[in-house]
């Protein structure tokens, strides 16, 4: 039995396979309608969702399955003091699948110890947000045709921002990706990100605080919103909010063939007017999102079809 806590969960070469089988699927959705017919999926989320906890339920209902779970731990036993390993191992009687998602960096960690079925972390506080990642590389592959040879900016709160650590760590293991970190000075990657993951796979990066310095190299721009759950003041939330705007004149400095990614809920750092640019893809990320949580469902429970 496996669990996904962390995209390096999976090797390069799993990896390939899985995006591979999502491809597969966003082609041919008959052939996968009943792979998962008498099987269920659990969601608990501790942390509102709307992205990752419908899209995992859409997903395994399209793959013929049934669904279960609780969108908020006030309606849950949690609300009277349980565990989140107590609560999992609970789970493991009444589904074949967990996705967790939890305030705390670590939760779905240490729920998956006494599961009895795979466990998936839906997000852990500032930490990881692996099928985020998935979601980002299978929208790079189908876009850009390629994970490697790219230059990848990242912009926004980079300090929470739990899909961009993912993202770095699943990244560096291709060929030649650069990064640019835009971010104000509070907001920057964790030094643990740059020293343990950067660092230590000789990836070429440098910071800059301004979007428009950074334009014109990038082959991906990777937009994030400032966590505002993640503040420990309002004050401090609102000096950063609007810091970065991305706008139509701010697209005129890109590559005709760079492409915007974000993972959503978007907040004010895209302007609307930018949705119209044909190289706007964030609600496509978001479809890409189906596809590859079915074929990381298939993957888990060891359905072949
Ligand atoms: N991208 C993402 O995790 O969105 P949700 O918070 O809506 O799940």
Redesign the pocket.
């Known amino acids: 039995m496996r669990h996904l806590m962390s995209p390096l969960d999976f090797s390069v070469e799993e990896l390939d396979k899985l995006l591979a089988l999502a491809d597969d699927i966003e082609k041919h959705p008959a052939k996968y309608a009943h792979a998962c017919d008498g099987k269920i999926l659990a969601t608990c989320f501790y942390e509102?969702?709307?992205?990752?906890?419908l899209s995992f339920e859409s997903a395994m209902l399209r793959l013929g399955g049934q669904v279960l779970g609780f969108s908020e731990a006030g309606s849950s036993s949690a609300a009277k003091g349980e565990s989140v390993s107590d609560t999992i191992r609970v789970i493991s009687c009444y589904a074949d699948i967990c996705a967790i998602?939890h305030p705390k960096e670590g939760a779905p960690l240490v729920g998956s110890t006494k599961s009895l079925i795979p466990v998936i972390n839906?997000?852990d506080g500032g930490h990881q947000?692996p099928t985020?990642t998935l979601t980002d590389l299978l929208t790079i592959k189908q876009k850009k045709g390629r994970l490697d040879n790219l230059t990848v900016g990242l912009c926004g709160d980079l300090k929470f921002g739990r899909?961009v650590h993912s993202l770095i760590s699943a990244l560096v293991r291709y060929k030649n990706v650069k990064f640019v970190l835009i971010s104000p000075e509070e907001l920057k990657v964790p030094s643990y990100i740059k020293e343990e993951v950067l660092d230590a796979n000789g990836i070429e990066y440098k910071e800059v605080e301004k979007l428009e310095d950074a334009m014109a190299d990038l082959d991906i721009l990777y937009m994030t919103r400032i966590q505002k759950e993640r503040f420990f003041n309002e004050e401090e939330y609102l000096r950063m909010k609007g810091f970065y705007i991305l706008d139509p004149k701010k697209m005129a400095l890109a590559k005709d063939d760079m492409i915007v990614m974000h993972?959503?809920?978007r907040v004010n750092e895209i302007s609307v007017a930018v949705d119209d640019d044909p190289r706007a893809n964030y609600f496509e990320q978001?479809q890409y999102?189906v596809y590859v949580r079915m074929a990381l469902i298939l993957t888990l429970l060891e359905v072949q079809v």
Do not use: K
């Open positions: 509102p969702s709307t992205r990752t906890r998602r839906a997000g947000h985020q899909t993972p959503l809920p978001a999102g």
